[in-house]
């Protein structure tokens, strides 16, 4: 299995607090990325990270911001969470672009 | 932005029954990708495509590339109680080389 993991692995929190997710990798994988999962549907992509302080949006990033200070790190933050950001997230990781991506365990967030 | 089609959305089926689910997309890629998830786990990859008309197989999983580069299709023979799970179909390359767009999963009950 590759060596991702996700903290925390379960979130509650309410509207309009700030929360961040961590994502860890120690694959020393460039490309790393942050999905949404809601009943019903695949992964949609939020951000990506394609290096070191380099990072781009995905299909769903309005009200997520993400930030990539270290390899190993990928962290997602919700500036002021909403209901509408009630899932799991998953983070994903690739050693090089097009290749197959290997997925961290989740995170379930509630937001209340 | 781009999208895949993958059904049945769901499917019921008899242990040691075949299975057969399949995507489409209006837009090309370069590599097809079949994931499975487990409940409370993140997808964990079945089978990789990397060529027009390449056939691949896993064991009892059997994936196909098709020639249009817009399909692909994944079969599991002799299906077991463990087979239980959402199946996801994932395209990569293309226009979005690097980040995958997922289907919205095909969830599979295997009866005893």
């Known amino acids: 299995d590759a060596g991702i993991t996700q903290s925390p692995r379960h979130k509650v929190t309410e509207t309009g607090t700030p929360v961040t997710l961590r994502c860890h990798q120690t694959?020393?994988?460039?490309?790393m990325y942050w999905y949404r999962q809601d009943p019903g549907h695949g992964l949609r992509l939020i951000h990506y990270s394609y290096g070191v302080k380099d990072t781009d949006k995905g299909e769903v990033s309005d009200g997520y911001s993400v930030s990539r200070s270290k390899t190993e790190d990928f962290l997602l933050t919700l500036e002021s969470a909403t209901s509408s950001q009630t899932s799991v997230y998953f983070c994903a990781i690739t050693y090089a672009r097009g290749e197959t991506q290997y997925f961290g365990p989740g995170t379930r967030l509630l937001v209340l | 932005g781009q999208q895949l089609n993958q059904s049945p959305q769901s499917m019921f089926i008899q242990e040691g029954e075949d299975v057969s689910m399949n995507c489409t997309s209006s837009s090309i890629f370069n590599t097809w990708l079949w994931y499975k998830q487990d409940p409370g786990e993140g997808p964990v990859l079945l089978i990789a495509l990397y060529k027009a008309g390449e056939l691949t197989s896993n064991g009892r999983l059997t994936a196909q590339f098709g020639i249009t580069r817009k399909d692909s299709f994944l079969n599991i023979s002799a299906s077991i109680p463990s087979d239980v799970g959402i199946y996801f179909c994932a395209g990569d390359g293309g226009t979005n080389a690097g980040k995958s767009t997922f289907g919205d999963g095909t969830t599979l009950t295997v009866k005893p």
């Open positions: 694959e020393n994988h460039r490309y």
